[in-house]
């Protein structure tokens, strides 16, 4: 075994064990954040976020436009709110996504190519690599960032080459936009045939507090995004399919053939 394969091999299980605690998937990442936010100052939008650039859907807050950059720039005053700095920079909403993944016990997630789209922090990113991804085949996109881990782009355009990805991850981001179903032609595109697409999000019974015009508000009107691309729904959860469920979260791990 050369040099390199052993220090890939040692990397892959220190970060494993590392990222398997909370604790030190917040404070890596809380600290990163920290240093390339305010001493390299590297945080950059890919649109101006009073736009509504590139789909990004909006609100209307107490008289204040609110579109999906500035309900999402939330984290980037960690010093001014420490005390609730510990829920955004723990990555726990990306267990939602593992849960039904982790039951297909045919998957090797060291191997796979994942793409995450929207991670907003590296938290989510190093929560994966607790679970057995790793991080050199990890890849993700977001409107905001501040790290080379996380590369600047919208869904709507995902820059990276088609049939790559064995898994795309898709948390809280269809819900802000008014271009999913472009979205959703993305991730085929740049998904491997038989890939998975795990979608979770948080949906408004109130249509005032809602980002997204498009339609989003049952299981249906979620799949048939995928359309001819559809191979098979591995596991799907709308809190709207019953009108007595107070949840609001829903959870979809997709399976699509090109």
Known sequence: MTMKKIYSKFSFYFLRSIFNY???IYLVSYF????????KRSFKTLYDPN???????YKIASGKKETALISNLNHASPIKDFLNSYGKFNAKRTLVH?????SLDYLKFKRMKVLVVGPRVESEIFRLVGHGFDLKNIRSIDLQSYSNLITLANMIKIPFEDNYFDLIIVGWVITYSNKVQEGVNEFIRVGKNNSLIS???THQRNINNRLSNNALES??????????NLSRVIFKYHPFDKDNVISKRSNFLIEISK
């Open 199 to 201: 979608l979770c999000h």
């Open 22 to 24: 909370s604790i030190l």
């Open 51 to 57: 736009s509504e650039d590139g789909g990004m859907g």
């Open 219 to 228: 299981s249906d009107d979620i799949i048939n995004y995928f359309k001819n």
């Open 98 to 102: 593992l849960g039904p993944l982790k």
């Open 32 to 39: 990163r954040f920290l240093y390339f936010f305010y001493l």
